[in-house]
Every structure is written in C-alpha cells, then in structure tokens.
C-alpha cells in the first residue's frame, strides 16, 4: 500500500539521501576494530556480540517457528511440494534441538557436521538476514532501483530477450531474493506482461538469493577483503549466464506467448533517459511510506518471514547433503560430470571444486560448506558458481514448481547443468586475475 503522496522537493531528498544510505551500506567498505568490511558486516558482529550466549536460543527459536509455521498455516496442504518442503522444515527443528543442547548420534555432533552447519551458517542467517532485509528498504522503496533500471531497459530485448518492463523485475530478483521474484514474476505471468519463455528466463536466470545471503556466503568463506569484487563479479556473471541460457535448449525451444495466446510486441524506449531514470525515481519516493512505516515493515514482516522461511530447511536439507558427500558417493558421481572442465580451467583442488558444482543442486549453501579449506581461488569461484547457478531443490526449485509457469523437472535439470558450467567458466578467469 502506497503512502501519502510528499511534495517533489521532498522525494528528491529521500531518493538522495535514502539511496545514498542503502549502497553506502552494501557496498562502501569501512574499517573499524581494524576490521575492513561493509556496513552490514560490522553491525552483524555487533549484533552477535550483543546477543552473546542467547545467539544459540534466538537461532532455535527463529526455527522452531520456521518448523511448525506451515503446519499452523496449513501451507503444507497446498501442494506436493509444499508438504515436502514442510517436512524438511520441521525435521529441522531437531537438528537444531541437537546442535544447541548438543544430543545426537556422535559423529553428527562432530565439528564439521551439525555444529559447523548450526554455527557457520544458521547462525549467521538468523543475523544477517534481518539487518540486511532492513538497510534494503533503502534501496528498494526510495527510487533507486527504478533509477538504475530505466538504464537496464533499452539492452533487456536485445541481449536477455525479455521486455523492458522486465529491468526492474531483474533487480528485485537479484536484491530480494527468490522467493520475492518468483512471486512477482508469476503475477505478471499471469497479468499477461511476460510470455512463458520470459517468465522461465527471468524465474531460471535472475531469481537467485538475496544479497543478503551472498554477505553469508563471504563470510563464511572469509571473503570479505574482496567483498566488492565478489558481489559485482556474481552480479555480472549471473545476468551473463542468463543472457547464454536464453538463447540454450531448452528456453530457446519456449513457447513465447502471453497466456492469453497473444505474442509480445517490441517497445523500447531509448531516448532521454536520465531525465526519464530520474522522474520514476522521484515518482517512487514521492509514493513510498514513512521511512519508519518501511523499516518496521521490513523486520516485522520481510525479514522475519524469510528468516523462518530458509533457516530450518537449511538445516535438514544441509545435513542430509553433508551426510550423502561424507559417507556415500553420490557427489562424487555427480563431480564426474564438471572434472573434465574443472581439470581443463585448472582450478586448484579440482575433485573438491567439482563436488561442490555438483552438490550445489540440493542445496545452494553446501558448496560453500566443503570449500572453507579450499585455495583462496577456488573459494571465489565457486561462491560465485553457488549464487549465478540460481537452481536448488531447497528452495527456489519447489517455489518454481508451485507457479503457474510451468516449467518441467527435465528442463530445469538441464538449465542447472548449463548456469553450473557457464558460471565456473566465467568465475575463474576473474578469480586468477584480481587473487593471484
């Protein structure tokens, strides 16, 4: 719901000075403690300070409720995938019981299995989904994403073969996550702005994790010093990978009709476009509510709901995904697949690297779960593989397979092979040249 309308001299400030905070918090690193990381770094290690020895109750919490909410919901009941992603969310509950009383089975209770998943990676999400989903209100409801968009526009027919009403749907994949994009990717589907084929390329090509899971990723994997070169380096590859995919079996065989069986027509407009880039963003901040309307909607509502969302599944998915590459050899017959490139690109530790290709389709956190000894290069690339590969059976496979767009089993295994692939290749040049 849009807030009462401000004067223009008004939303120009808020576009300003709004949107200056938001990148100044994402992107600008600063040091403090003798620290060099962004913004939302430093206030997840406040945070975590603060919070002490409850950090490990207020993580359980976060799950337990994330566990029992579709039950009390009724998500469950709405389709097959909801039951068995339900499922795993309230398995997750138990692991979570054993890793903060530390009860279980003792080779599960061993450092790199329930504790390191616990510890290293739900943790930190129950941290810095929050803050991250916060300081994005900056960026996403004062006009700074229309203002970048409109310059997105006149390249997204040419190269991404999608309209360009279809820039700022790219943006808010990429900034707020899969589950937001896909949401808003199947309205227009079904509004009859995107034929199937766009809405398959922008749910298979731009729908990946949030920005703040790429935060969790670094951290994780101690890339912080290379914050910037991570980010945008995951940024360009993701949208490139895309624009390859578009043009691959089997999107490029996609039926390209609205639902309504009418075919698109081309409308780009070129011309002024600063002046254009900046009137919708004033348009924007002049609509938008009360900054603290947004900032409390963004902790009550957004960021909670994803918190509880991801953090138990996470935990049951990510465990049964250590178990089956600890102690079988699943994962290592997938790793089969990408050794030949991975040996070819000669990137270090190549079996490791191939493995984590390979698992990343269970869970898009694994592969950085394996890699934490890896090579500083290995670690890059493959962080930024787990990211621009956008397809995992966690989480944005099932939220894919419950819209109306209808893209089969088949089809997004073959679209995962692809962006894998794609992405290793793209990340690894970038890795040798700016890490070694």
């Known amino acids: ?84 992603f339900s499922l795993f969310k309230f398995l997750g509950i138990f692991v979570g019981v054993m890793a903060v009383f530390n009860i279980g089975p003792n080779r599960l209770l061993e450092d790199d299995m329930i504790p390191f ?11 810095i989904i929050p803050i991250a989903l916060i300081l994005l209100t900056f960026i996403v409801n004062y006009g700074l994403m229309e203002f970048v968009a ?16 279809s820039a700022i749907d790219a943006v808010v994949s990429f900034t707020g996550g899969y589950s937001i994009a896909m949401l808003l990717t199947n309205d227009l589907y079904k509004s009859n702005v995107y034929t199937k084929k766009e809405a398959a390329i922008i749910t298979t090509g731009f729908s990946t994790v949030s920005i703040a899971f790429l935060l969790i990723i670094s951290n994780t994997l101690e890339l912080g010093e290379h914050w910037n070169l991570y980010f945008w380096s995951t940024l360009v590859i993701t949208f490139i990978v895309t624009a390859i995919t578009a043009r691959l079996y089997p999107i490029r065989k996609m039926d390209d009709t609205y639902l309504n069986g009418k075919t698109p027509e081309d409308n780009i407009v070129k011309e002024n476009l600063f002046k254009r880039a900046l009137n919708e963003a004033i348009d924007t901040a002049q609509k938008a509510d009360p900054i603290t309307t947004n900032l409390k909607k963004a902790f009550l509502g957004e960021s909670l709901k994803m918190a509880t969302a991801v953090m138990s599944s996470i ?12 102690f079988t050899p699943v994962f290592d017959y997938v790793a089969y697949i990408f050794y030949p490139f991975v040996k070819l690109l000669q990137i270090p530790e190549p079996m490791l690297a191939s493995k984590a290709a390979g698992i990343g389709l269970a869970e898009m956190f694994l592969p950085t779960l394996i890699i934490t000894s890896a090579p500083l290069v290995t670690k890059f690339i493959i962080a930024v593989m787990s990211v621009s590969t956008v397809l995992f059976f966690s989480a944005s496979i099932p939220c894919l397979l419950s819209t109306d767009i209808n893209v089969s089993i088949k089809n997004i295994l073959i679209i995962w092979f692809e962006r894998t692939l794609l992405s290793i290749i793209l990340a690894t040049p970038i890795a040798f040249i700016f890490l070694t």
């Open 1 to 84: 719901m849009e807030g009462k309308k401000v004067s223009r001299n008004r939303a120009i400030l808020r576009f300003i000075i709004f949107s200056f905070i938001g990148a100044f918090s994402y992107f600008v690193p600063v040091t403090i403690n003798g620290k060099n990381a962004v913004l939302i770094d430093h206030l997840t290690t406040l945070f975590r300070y603060v919070l002490g020895g409850f950090l490990p109750y207020y993580t359980l919490a976060i799950v337990l409720w994330g566990g029992v909410a579709p039950i009390v919901t009724g998500k469950f009941k709405e389709s097959k995938a909801d039951f068995l």
């Open 315 to 326: 935990l049951s998915i990510g465990l049964v995904g250590i178990c089956l590459a600890t």
């Open 150 to 165: 409109v310059f997105m526009e006149p390249i997204m027919r040419p190269i991404w073969k999608t309209p360009g009403k």
């Open 117 to 127: 998943l616990f510890n290293s990676l739900v943790v930190p999400i129950g941290l």
